[in-house]
């Protein structure tokens, strides 16, 4: 009786310890997307109090480069010595950054501390999903989909205002200390809880194509960071970066197919699977982050909503991403198929996109928020999918790189979403001002396209309603562009091929062995 009894709560015990894995997992990945976003709205007072206006962007952009350059690096560590080790290193470098970020003491100082801290960002969605990518089979991967999609949209929401609030009542400082505690949870419930098979690899790390790794990216990540901005596209600085962004991968490229351990092995792309799905993720970070840019600033410009509460303006996409993720994953789950999502998600994004760019002046909260909600829809269909088939398309051992290329792309996606979507606007933001708000409208976009309300209220009647006008033409260009873009995902979705999904499920044969729990019960 008493073996029949450990046997009946054997799989009880084993959800437990996942769930509470999971849990970890969750706060990490929190950690990861709400970072930038409480910093963001921190800024104005962080300037106020170092100085330093002229280095502002510096401040995201050290982060974003530095995650960016580490995140294939993380990937490819965890591979070779074990996910466990390197995931709890990357969080604790993460939580350093953060640390040293808070102590700042002058904007030179905050700018090396970010890049430390984006260091160990970098390693953490990767090692969220290649842990979860170990943990759970694909098949049954489906059932947390929603997890994660409701993690990202309660970062997007509230990372706003939890940054206001945390500024305006504990100091611009919190906006950093805020992740020790979190940190700290997450590092000792995935110390004690999860066991991963130890790793120890004979290959030394391929330190020369790590470096043109790196440069490549950094010289990507500049281009999009500064074209249009701090230089023209056709200046002298651009067109270096971008002899060396070339020169450094078409390096890297040729170098990989020689080393003996290399970061990003090339044969991952030989998947048809693997290569769309990188695609598709390019494309989905290209048009999220584009939109989650562009719509608060056509409501708080265009339909008078508050700044202050931003994050709730994105309710509508976010919600219906998260709904569709959930039901996503179920459906993928109990059925083992997918090939519709990334088809009918990629449908949905470029629909969504266009009415998008159908919003005028005249365009009411409601009406927004339902092409919202259409963009939503089609990213809950595509977020995690190409995470699953990505993961899905490669061997165990290559789980990291799988991971962390499907990440880099999705990042590099957002970095040229945002650069050229928010290039397009300013100049038809700026055009369309010239035009119609005469020569006060000219001056008043000279030096940025974007105005906070403050700006905006001080304005006379004639050039606001001109500056509204042209917010609304900027997002119709930034969007419609997004719309057209949002067409190569949906060509790379239609040849997918649906391979089975590995793992549990009710079609598993008595030949398939179950896998050995990976977390202590």
């Known amino acids: 009786m008493a073996d029949t009894q450990t046997v009946e709560t054997e799989p009880d015990k084993k ?33 106020g109090e170092l100085g330093g206006l002229e280095h502002l962007s510096w401040v995201v952009t050290a982060y974003t480069l ?39 003491q002058d904007m030179g100082q905050l700018i090396g501390f970010r890049a430390v801290q984006g260091l160990g ?50 100091g611009w400082r919190w906006s950093f200390y805020i992740n020790l505690p ?10 004690v809880v ?46 270096e970066l971008i002899g060396i962004g070339v020169a450094a991968l078409v390096g890297f490229v ?36 584009g939109a989650t840019l562009f719509l608060p600033l056509y409501q708080q410009s265009v339909q008078g909503a508050s700044a202050t509460n931003s994050g709730l303006l994105l309710l509508p996409m976010l919600g219906a991403m998260l709904v569709t993720s959930m039901v996503a994953g179920r459906i993928t789950t109990n059925s083992g198929r997918y090939y519709v999502f990334p088809v009918l998600g990629s449908v949905l994004m470029v629909i969504g996109l266009y009415l ?50 499907t990440t880099l792309f999705r990042t590099l996606g957002s970095s040229f979403g945002v650069a050229i979507m928010g290039a397009l606007f300013n100049h038809r933001v700026q055009d369309t001002m010239a035009a119609r708000g005469g020569t006060l409208g000219a001056k008043v976009t000279e030096q940025s396209a974007q105005l906070d309300k403050k700006g905006l209220d001080k304005l006379p009647a004639a050039v606001r309603e001109a500056y509204q006008y042209a917010v609304s033409a900027g997002t119709h260009s930034a969007f419609l562009l997004g719309s057209i873009v949002a067409v190569v995902a949906l060509v790379a979705a239609v040849f997918v091929k649906e391979v089975p999904l590995k793992g549990a499920g009710p079609q598993k044969s008595a030949d398939d062995p179950a896998p050995a729990p990976l977390v202590e019960v």
């Not at 470096?211 to 600085?237: C, F, K």
């Not at 351990?261 to 494309?283: A, D, Q």
């Open 121 to 170: 960002a970098g390693g953490l969605m990767v090692g969220v999903m290649a842990i979860i990518g170990d943990l759970i089979p694909p098949r049954e991967r489906g059932k947390y989909q929603g997890m994660m999609a409701g993690v990202m949209a309660l970062a997007m929401i509230g990372g706003p205002l939890v940054g206001g609030t945390i500024t305006d009542n504990w």
């Open 356 to 405: 998008l760019s159908t919003m005028d002046t005249g365009t009411s909260r409601f009406t927004s928020g339902v092409f919202m909600a259409v963009v939503g829809f089609g990213m809950g269909c595509l977020m995690q999918i190409t995470m699953l088939v990505a993961q899905n398309s490669v061997e165990m051992k290559d789980m990291g790189v799988a991971s962390s290329s």
């Open 194 to 239: 999860l066991h991963l098979p130890a790793k120890r690899a004979q290959a030394r790390i391929d330190y020369l194509g790590a470096a043109l790794l790196t440069i490549g990216i950094t010289s990507i990540v500049l281009v999009t960071t500064w074209g249009g901005t701090e230089y023209a596209w056709s200046s002298a600085r651009i067109m």
């Open 66 to 104: 530095a995650t960016a350059a580490a995140t294939p690096l993380w990937g490819k560590l965890g591979d070779m010595y074990g996910r466990k080790g390197v995931f709890m290193t990357s969080i604790v470098l993460f939580l350093i950054g953060s640390a040293l970020s808070g102590m700042a």
């Open 15 to 47: 959800q437990r310890s996942v769930r509470v894995v999971l849990l970890a997992l969750m706060i990490t990945m929190m950690l990861a997307m709400l970072d930038n976003m409480i910093v963001g709205t921190a800024m104005p007072t962080i300037v």
């Open 182 to 191: 979190l940190g700290v949870v997450a590092l000792g419930l995935i110390s």
């Open 254 to 289: 040729f170098w990989q197919t020689k080393a003996t351990e290399p970061v990003l092995p090339l044969h991952i792309f030989r998947s048809r699977n693997f290569t769309l799905m990188s695609i598709i993720g390019f494309i989905t970070g290209f048009v999220m982050f």
